[in-house]
């Protein structure tokens, strides 16, 4: 997995997860059942920004636009409905020629493994087979993957011409020429002509985004390793970086203000919300406004009543269970929801040994334990997966119920964006 836009699934509401969740597996699908299995190494986040921007500009039923998929591993051998037809296919497209690019650059880098011949030989071939794959699935719904290629082809002419002062924009050029033309494309095929330029705006600036958080993110180890690096041939410094970066954040809002779609929230949320955290994770939080967290102090506590809360409560907090008649109220600092026993209700009764080692290994084959909620094969209880478990991006808070701060986009707020954070 590889890309900027990485939403932790506790900020995300039900529903906005649900749909974020069978963007993905609609793209990795469409990747094996367009180019092979061996084409879904190349699903990646970024990518399935495609298949959400061609549903949110339709109006069609959710059944056109999902199908039920069969049981996979990767999410514990169950079925699952997920985004189909030419959204999902030109995000495949889009995303397997982004692959071969990337894995084109680490062999001409040399990087790693990629710089043994034999495995430089079988990289190129690799390469050249997704590139014309990619290309003869995009030609079916419109779009002309000569320009991602085009883009890949001069950027290393740039990088090579560059001289030492130049703007690092020059380098950054290629990433927004493709990410515009690929955001561009999405109105075409949902019929909203008239949302081309402002959606060719929102990828230019996200491209321009996502290469330098990448340029950003490696620059120290550039460094080590002697590699090229846009900021460090330009002289740009970590400032000027982060504030062309939030200004990218800034103008991709903007510009999304100017998109007419049926469905906003998610959208919103992956390229308002998520693409501000990407920053914050390379460069950290902005030295200005609010930050989402819990509070955890006697001061925080009396600052959150001052403003409007209930003393001691989290913002952003689901409300507290209903006591039901005559059992005593739970106290606010019990644990409560998935993963809990509620107070008062007898404990799921554990496995012995043997029972339980057995369950453990039905649920280790079948990617269970790593890749979906699940009950503990002692315990009986609600868990996490490994991967969810360590894909969480909440650095303020403990993430059992936290910073859910775009919750209320699933309503009509995603105008303004009223949802108590600073965005």
């Known amino acids: 997995m590889f890309g900027i836009i990485r939403p932790c699934r506790h900020r995300l509401s039900e529903r906005l997860q649900t749909s974020w969740m069978a963007h993905l597996c609609g793209l990795c699908l469409a990747l094996r059942d367009d180019h092979g299995q061996l084409a879904r190494t190349a699903t990646n986040y970024d990518g399935l920004i495609i298949s959400v921007l061609v549903e949110s500009q339709t109006a069609r039923e959710d059944s056109s636009w999902r199908r039920t998929a069969g049981p996979c591993p990767l999410r514990g051998m169950r079925t699952a409905s997920v985004a189909k037809g030419e959204g999902a296919r030109l995000a495949a497209a889009v995303s397997l020629a982004l692959a071969s690019v990337k894995i084109r650059d680490h062999v001409e880098d040399r990087d790693g493994v990629f710089a043994r011949r034999p495995v430089a030989a079988g990289a190129r071939a690799v390469t050249r087979r997704w590139d014309r794959k990619s290309a003869g699935s995009a030609s079916i719904v419109g779009f002309d993957t000569a320009v991602l290629l085009d883009a890949a082809s001069r950027q290393g002419e740039l990088e090579r011409s560059l001289r030492p002062g130049g703007s690092v924009l020059l380098v950054t050029e290629p990433t927004e020429t493709a990410t515009a033309a690929a955001f561009a494309h999405t109105a075409v095929i949902a019929g909203r002509p008239g949302n081309a330029a402002p959606l060719a705006e929102a990828g230019r600036l996200f491209g321009r985004l996502a290469h330098l958080l990448d340029a950003a993110e490696d620059q120290a180890a550039d460094a080590a390793s002697g590699a090229w690096n846009p900021l460090t041939a330009t002289g740009t410094d970590r400032a000027e970086a982060e504030r062309l970066c939030r200004d990218a954040v800034h103008g991709i809002r903007l510009a999304l203000g100017e998109v007419e779609l049926t469905d906003r929230a998610l959208v919103h949320v992956l390229l308002a919300h998520e693409t501000e955290r990407a920053v914050e994770r390379v460069f950290g939080p902005a030295r200005h406004g609010a930050s989402c967290r819990r509070p955890d102090s006697a001061g925080d506590a009396a600052a959150t009543g001052a403003a409007g809360g209930t003393t001691g409560e989290h913002p952003h907090q689901?409300?507290?269970?209903?006591?039901?008649?005559?059992?005593?109220?739970?106290?606010?600092?019990?644990?409560?929801?998935?993963?809990?026993?509620?107070?008062?209700?007898?404990?799921?009764?554990?496995?012995?040994?043997?029972?339980?080692?057995?369950?453990?290994?039905l649920m280790a084959c079948s990617c269970q334990l790593l890749c979906?909620?699940?009950?503990?094969?002692?315990?009986?209880?609600?868990?996490?997966?490994?991967?969810?478990?360590?894909?969480?991006?909440?650095p303020d808070c403990d993430c059992s119920g936290c910073c859910d701060c775009c919750n209320c986009c699933d309503g009509d707020c995603c105008g303004g964006c009223d949802c108590g954070c600073d965005c």
């Open 318 to 361: 689901a409300p507290p269970r209903e006591t039901p008649p005559g059992q005593a109220p739970v106290p606010p600092w019990v644990p409560q929801g998935p993963g809990f026993t509620p107070p008062g209700e007898k404990p799921p009764n554990p496995r012995n040994l043997l029972a339980g080692c057995a369950v453990w290994a």
């Open 372 to 394: 979906c909620d699940h009950n503990d094969p002692f315990s009986r209880k609600r868990r996490e997966g490994f991967c969810q478990r360590h894909d969480c991006d909440c």
